[in-house]
């Protein structure tokens, strides 16, 4: 997938409805905006969420409010509290979140994240 042009906009995340999605425990709620190649997503999850599934996925994840783990599976483990941001590449990690108190996050990936072998 290409990206293509995308005019200015702006967003108004109080216009954009909410999906829920369970974890493991806990409840994440998703505001998504879908663009070509591109997504952009608010994220909240409830407190004590854990994510239901190790996600491949490239992202640029910043942290608005709150904190959490990120963690990779090979057990390594990275805390994020409000400011923070986080980069990977598609492929190049098995992360997931964890959360005791809440978090709330921006969530930017698509297709210019996916793994380049060069």
């Not at 995308?6 to 905006?33: C, L, M, R, V």
């Not at 407190?47 to 996600?55: N, P, V």
């Not at 490239?58 to 400011?83: M, P, Q, R, W, Y």
């Amino acid at each position: 997938m290409s990206i293509q042009n995308i005019p200015f906009q702006s967003i108004d995340w109080t216009k954009i409805s909410k999906t829920e999605h369970k974890g493991e425990t806990g409840i994440a709620y998703w505001q998504t905006i879908q663009l070509q190649g591109l997504r952009i997503r608010m994220v909240e999850y409830s407190r004590g969420y854990i994510a239901d599934h190790w996600c491949e996925k490239g992202h640029i994840l910043h942290c608005l409010e709150g904190d959490f783990v990120s963690e990779l599976k090979d057990g390594k483990k990275h805390t994020l509290t409000k400011g923070m941001t986080y980069v990977v590449s598609d492929e190049l990690s098995s992360h997931r979140s964890v959360t005791e108190n809440g978090v709330k996050l921006l969530i930017i990936d698509g297709a210019f994240l996916k793994l380049k072998v060069e």
